[in-house]
């Protein structure tokens, strides 16, 4: 009898990536024991790749290098044991790693107008999901940005870069296997926009002028070299050059004026890409140095018995030079005669006064100096007295408010008790908004009055009011308002704010997020209405209304969601406001339904199949019908771009089994495989049979369109010559028609196509990266249709 063994280690389960090596291991106990390893049934012995080694009591199976035919279930059978594992094949997305290296360690450049694509190629188990991400954002596409996906390859087309462009890209490549992914970075480089202006005349005179200016907000993506500077004469149509300057450098000085001519000036920025365009300045009249204007009267810091401490600001014209001092003097209230303070332009904008007389009443005035000399003098202070200071007044009383309407508020109040004789000289009024912290003055010169009307109020907004005595010894304490007071919002027709980034037609993969915000402009706040096709929104979608904008959110798009939106505001005037938008939501398409085969005419099959509930919700998809004999079990393509439900398959050979499957695909991708159940078979004649002579009608000699030569891949050099050639046979002699990426290049002017008896030529002259891509050309007869396929690759010139 056979020797007894006992298993001391039974096999286990093993998952190997695609490409790595395997082992299954299994022990007996008795060294005698022969062991035999079987793979779904199949007694397998060593082969190539595949090695079945025993040392002592262990028994190995050792796969050197895991592809996709060796994932199944295996047997191991010793003595009177049996026992069984799987090994499953993992095969995550995979990129080249020298095209992974250069995409991830170099950015990519293009320069502004540019188009750009970028192409990953990749492999890896089926189906694999692309998603390319800008800045965390899936990117979608619109006029210029595009986004293919193949079975093989993912690419990004951008059709004219913009600076916008910049920045870090994502592509998440996921299958069931695993998820790789890829980090990339795109740079957009162009000529730098304008200096920031505004372009700044710092000095003008009769000799010379300097202008001055901000560097570019954008430097275009390279750093600024230089600055050209160019002068126009009024009147005069040219534009001189006068110079360039460094880009440290944003200040220039030209003596090439002439005295009272008036002259334009402009300034543009350059880098390696180009000259920016231009800022430009007013009108600049070359004279002789100006005067500084005069200052805003002095105000009254404080005061005692023989001094007094004043303050200004410097002027708002400064002339044609920078301010350098200013100088001071004084007068006795009543006099015409204003008397020097000091003789030498002070630096500061503040001045203790002495050596008054005690009781007096003075005022003062200011004049700003520059190189041009002294400038035009200041208004007179307000008067004040050489003695030492008395206490400011109380809070006026009784603060409140009188009437208002949209733009206005008056307020009135009750002056405040009077101590040592310190009588009130004047009322200041201030305000504020609820959104500012800083109180600002109502008037310039002290009110008289107890009653006050502030204008020019912003309606819908919220403000607070003070008032302040004022008399010799400075300003009171304030009086505020305990509340507030909001000015009445005035009424405003509701109208829809659309432009260019809301889109009247939207197209969301099924997943995706809907996210439409649409702002208006209304007073008061309108009543907001969302419709899907006339109808109330469905639960799942909510609308958020606020700040002049109302947004529609539907977090996971379904086909459900497909429809005309619209959104209609409505205020109190009884006006209406409405727009409405396309939402499309499409995704990968769903399995066709069940395979029927017929035999309509004879030694042909037809292949029927239901059509994909996509097509429910979706136009654009077609099949790819596919076949496989069961002696070779690889399936090959016998039908694409079918736009029907049916398919006739003609090339049957009597005695073979023929097994179909159908896909459905539209442009995101792919759906799983519909299969018959049965396979098909026209079997071949048996016995004998007697041949009836027919009455003689001629041979028949129509023959389906065949490749004899296919189609090659190509690899050229940009700008170079392609020349990609075939040969067709069939009769009648087949119409031939190219295509690239699936577009009829028939009456393209950029291609040149050739057919001479049956040996078809597509030339293409100067290839550019736009010829990239995959050609096929078909040939079609009255008796069928074939066609053959190639990509074309492109490289650069260096």
Not at 664 to 681: C, F, H, I, M, T
Not at 722 to 739: D, E, F, L
């Amino acid at each position: 009898s056979a020797p007894r063994c006992y298993v001391n280690k039974r096999l286990l389960d093993v998952s190997v990536l695609k490409g790595e090596p395997a082992e299954l291991s299994f022990t007996v106990s008795k060294d005698e024991v022969t062991g035999t390893w079987f793979k779904d049934g199949i007694k397998l012995t060593s082969m190539d790749g595949i090695t079945i080694e025993k040392q002592g009591l262990v028994h190995k199976l050792i796969i050197n290098k895991v592809e996709d035919i060796h994932a199944g279930k295996y047997r191991f059978e010793g003595g009177d044991i049996k026992t069984e594992a799987s090994i499953f094949v993992e095969d995550p997305p995979q990129v080249d790693k020298v095209l992974l290296k250069n995409l991830t360690s170099v950015p990519t450049v293009a320069k502004a107008g540019e188009k750009v694509k970028i192409k990953i190629p990749f492999e890896g188990q089926l189906p694999v999901r692309a998603t390319w991400l800008k800045d965390r954002m899936e990117l979608a596409d619109d006029t210029r940005i595009r986004v293919d996906k193949t079975e093989t390859f993912t690419m990004l087309s951008i059709a004219s870069s913009e600076r916008k462009d910049c920045g870090d890209y994502k592509v998440r490549l996921k299958n069931d296997s695993g998820v790789l992914e890829i980090n990339l970075k795109l740079v957009v480089v162009d000529k730098p926009q304008p200096p920031a202006g505004p372009l700044k005349i710092v000095e003008s005179s009769a000799n010379d002028i300097t202008i001055q200016w901000k560097p570019p907000k954008d430097d275009g993506g390279k750093p600024v070299q230089r600055y050209i500077v160019e002068r126009q004469q009024v009147g005069k149509n040219d534009w001189v050059t006068l110079g360039e300057v460094p880009r440290s450098c944003t200040t220039f000085t030209t003596n090439k004026v002439e005295q009272d001519m008036i002259y334009y000036f402009r300034v543009k920025a350059v880098n390696a890409e180009g000259t920016s365009d231009a800022l430009e300045s007013d009108e600049v009249k070359a004279v002789g140095k100006a005067l500084p204007g005069a200052p805003d009267p002095p105000e009254i810091v404080s005061a005692s018995r023989d001094t007094i401490t004043i303050s200004w600001k410097a002027p708002r014209k400064t002339g044609s030079s920078q301010i350098v001092g200013y100088i001071v003097q004084k007068r006795k209230k009543g006099t015409m005669t204003w008397l020097p303070v000091n003789n030498m332009p002070i630096a500061d904008k503040k001045l203790k006064i002495a050596n008054l007389k005690k009781g007096l009443q003075y005022e003062f005035r200011v004049s700003a100096v520059n190189a041009a000399g002294i400038g035009e003098a200041s208004e007179p202070s307000q008067p004040v007295f050489a003695r030492d200071s008395t206490k400011p007044p109380d809070q006026v009383q009784d603060l409140k408010v009188s009437s208002s309407d949209s733009t206005s508020v008056t307020l009135t109040w009750k002056r405040p008790e009077a101590k040592d004789g310190s009588d009130v000289k004047g009322y200041e009024v201030e305000m504020r908004s609820s959104k500012n912290l800083n109180w600002t003055k109502c008037n310039t010169l002290p009110i008289e009055a107890t009653t006050y009307t502030v204008k020019g109020l912003q309606a819908k907004e919220t403000y607070f009011l003070r008032v302040r005595a004022l008399n010799d010894g400075g300003l009171g304490e304030p009086a505020e308002l305990k509340a507030c007071l909001e000015a009445t919002c005035p009424v405003v027709s509701p109208r829809l704010l659309i432009d260019d980034t809301v889109k009247s037609f939207l197209v969301i993969k099924a997943g995706n997020t809907i996210r439409v915000n649409i702002p208006f402009e209304a007073s008061p706040d309108p009543l907001v209405t969302w419709l899907k096709d006339g109808l109330p929104l469905p639960k799942r979608a909510t609308v958020n209304t606020k700040d002049g904008t109302t947004q529609l959110l539907i977090g996971a798009a379904e086909f459900a969601d497909n429809g005309t939106y619209s959104v209609e505001l409505q205020n109190g005037l009884g006006k209406r406001e409405t727009f409405s938008f396309q939402v499309q939501v499409t995704d990968i398409p769903k399995s066709p339904g069940p395979i029927r085969l017929e035999e309509n005419v004879p030694n042909t099959v037809t292949v029927t199949w239901e059509p994909s509930a996509s097509e429910k919700w979706e136009n654009n998809i077609y099949y790819t019908v596919l076949k496989r004999e069961s002696q070779k079990g690889v399936w090959h393509v016998v039908g694409d771009l079918i736009y029907t439900n049916k398919f006739t398959f003609t090339k049957l050979i009597p005695g073979r089994d023929y097994y179909f499957r159908v896909v459905a695909k539209n442009d995101l991708g792919a759906s799983g495989p519909s299969e018959s159940v049965q396979p098909w078979r026209i079997r071949k004649p048996k016995g004998e049979f007697q041949v009836k002579p027919q009455k003689y009608r001629g041979v028949n000699q129509n023959q389906p369109p065949r490749f004899l030569v296919w189609l090659k891949p190509h690899v050229v050099t940009m700008g170079s010559e392609c020349h990609m050639s075939c040969a067709v046979g069939g009769h009648p002699p087949p119409k031939i028609t190219w295509y690239k990426d699936s577009r009829d290049l028939s009456n393209d002017p950029n291609y040149f196509c050739t057919n001479d008896f049956g040996v078809c030529s597509l030339v293409i002259l100067g290839v550019t990266k736009q010829d990239e891509g995959e050609y096929m050309v078909e040939a079609t007869n009255e008796s069928g249709h074939a066609f053959s396929k190639a990509f074309l690759a492109i490289k650069g010139n260096n």
